[in-house]
């Protein structure tokens, strides 16, 4: 059964990097879109980016200037960083799996990460 | 881009039928996925490519598409399908999700 294991930085000053970390188990690596979503508070689901198993990756048009995701295959893991933070960067943010083919569900989700961005 | 517009709520009586919408240009040529969030939990697929359910997902929860909407119909609701509901296509290479709908149980 995949499992998806996020973590990072909770709390954050405007103008910082938000950095989140997302970790893979029980599964394929290869193969998938490793996917990160974000909620803003009160609000709905914001697709940010994906990156595929040596692929490259592929940015939300609002976010592309400040986003980097990347892959660090020998671990599972993949990862978020996110420059230039403001307060409406805060945010749950979500690591997912998604499909291969582009015509199926995300799935599995990891458990979500608050970050708060306040001065 | 797609757009996907849903109801900001829908209300329905324990036991009751509940359809969610979700409206779009291209709901009608794409696989819409649908999920269910409950309060501080990440979201969990409901159906998937417009009819059918993951396994463990009750029969209650069915999908259809008509047009340029996409129906999710839960039908004997239960308190514990009280959730937040996102539809969601692929309009290329992004993923869109729907404005999402608050389901009441009452």
């Known amino acids: 059964q995949v499992q998806l294991q996020q973590w990072g930085a909770g709390l954050l000053k405007p103008s910082e990097t938000l950095s989140l970390t997302c970790a893979v188990s029980?599964?394929?690596?290869?193969?998938?879109?490793w996917t990160w979503v974000r909620q803003t508070p009160g609000k709905g689901l914001e697709w940010i980016g994906e990156i595929k198993y040596s692929g490259r990756p592929n940015y939300s048009p609002s976010l592309k200037s400040r986003l980097t995701i990347s892959l660090d295959t020998p671990n599972n893991q993949f990862s978020l960083k996110l420059i230039s933070v403001t307060a409406a960067d805060t945010a749950v943010y979500y690591c997912?799996?998604?499909?291969?083919?582009?015509?199926?569900?995300?799935?599995?989700w990891g458990q979500g990460t608050l970050v708060t961005i306040s001065s | 881009s797609s757009e996907l517009t849903q109801p900001l709520s829908v209300s329905v009586a324990l036991g009751q039928t509940a359809k969610i919408t979700c409206a779009g240009d291209y709901v009608g040529s794409k696989n819409v996925h649908w999920y269910q969030q409950k309060p501080g939990q990440a979201p969990v697929v409901v159906i998937y490519?417009?009819?059918n359910r993951p396994s463990g997902i009750p029969e209650r929860f069915s999908g259809s598409t008509s047009g340029s909407t996409a129906t999710l119909t839960i039908t004997r609701a239960q308190a514990g399908d009280e959730a937040d509901y996102y539809c969601?296509?692929?309009?290329?290479?992004?993923?869109?999700f729907g404005t999402g709908t608050k389901v009441t149980v009452l």
């Open positions: 997912a799996r998604g499909p291969p083919d582009k015509a199926s569900a995300l799935g599995p």
């Open positions: 029980g599964g394929a690596f290869s193969g998938y879109y």
């Open positions: 969601q296509v692929w309009d290329t290479t992004i993923c869109v």
């Open positions: 490519r417009d009819i």
